[in-house]
């Protein structure tokens, strides 16, 4: 990922002209989102909104999550290669995403009862 340095009017990150700096994307609008996911291994869904640029990801307490792109392939024993892992203690984040529509969802499981993913979505 590259970085840019961006002068900004303070210490927000906001730019003169309303938007934020995320390294090299732009963004109008920050939001966070918690998905919580009360019993293992049963999924959330969750959709990227209208106009995402970009996205970080984790679990709130750093235990690793399942993420798949289809229901029913993120919960439980799935096949490997339906689903990916945002292991313990790190991230996951996309830059340069042009989100138009609403049909892209995420799914989330976790081995473990009662953790939260939250998510950060500039638009």
């Known amino acids: ?3 840019k340095k961006t002068q900004t009017n303070d ?7 309303g938007l934020y700096a995320v390294g090299e994307v732009q963004v109008k609008e920050i939001r966070f989102v ?10 959330r869904r969750w959709q ?8 970080t990801i984790h ?3 750093g235990t690793a999550v399942q ?4 229901p029913g392939q993120a919960a439980g024993n ?3 290669g339906t689903y990916f892992t945002i292991l313990a203690n790190t991230s996951w984040w996309e830059d340069n995403l042009d989100i138009q529509n609403e049909d892209v969802a ?7 009862n009662a953790k939260v993913i939250e998510i950060a979505v500039g638009l």
């Open 106 to 112: 995420l799914y989330f499981a976790c081995a473990s």
């Open 78 to 80: 799935p096949p490997a």
């Open 34 to 43: 918690n998905i919580p996911l009360p019993t293992q291994y049963v999924e």
């Open 67 to 70: 993420v798949a792109f289809q």
């Open 48 to 55: 990227l909104p209208k106009g995402c640029k970009r996205f």
């Open 11 to 17: 210490q927000t990150g906001l730019l003169p002209d």
């Open 1 to 3: 990922m590259k970085t």
């Open 59 to 61: 679990c709130r307490d």
